[in-house]
């Protein structure tokens, strides 16, 4: 009960819109994710050297709860990998991929394909995504495993003042 009450109090903060980003490197954000969440004897393989305009503790919890969900859903030995869009990024694993039967629901609260897991990591997710004016989607990784996309990111520096 207290995980779910934690994870709706997120939910709701992670809904405000980003005001004032900071540029802040992909790699970095992901890799100080991964210290973050048990993550058995998962792999993570970054591949990005892109820097985003981000609020970076909001772009860590993005990380964190797409990192959470793919070992939850894929096991602990799942291989993630973090790699560049042309407008944006991905996180992908090795697992087996989206269950159909959650498929059109993934990033509703509340939804989630395994047991003992409360369901809010997607939905966070995609609030933290439209709260930076981003979109967020699932689709099939190369090795048939869950991806997620997200894209309209501005890759852009701040302009000098």
Do not use: Y
């Amino acid at each position: 009960m207290e995980s779910i009450v934690e994870r709706t109090l997120a939910l709701a903060r992670e809904g405000e819109t980003v005001g004032d980003p900071e540029r802040v490197d992909l790699a970095v954000v992901a890799a100080d994710s991964w210290s973050t969440v048990d993550t058995g004897s998962a792999a993570l393989s970054v591949e990005t050297e892109r820097e985003v305009l981000a609020d970076p503790d909001r772009l860590r919890n993005l990380f964190e709860n797409l990192m959470r969900n793919a070992v939850e859903h894929a096991g602990s030995d799942v291989s993630i990998r973090v790699g560049e869009l042309s407008d944006g990024f991905f996180v992908e694993d090795d697992g087996p991929g989206i269950d159909p039967a959650v498929a059109d629901s993934l990033f509703e609260p509340g939804e989630s394909g395994a047991a003992g897991t409360t369901g809010f990591g997607l939905a966070i997710v995609q609030e933290i995504a439209t709260a930076h004016g981003w979109s967020v989607a699932a689709t099939t990784g190369a090795d048939g495993g869950a991806r997620f996309e997200v894209r309209g990111v501005d890759k852009r520096t701040p302009a000098a003042h």
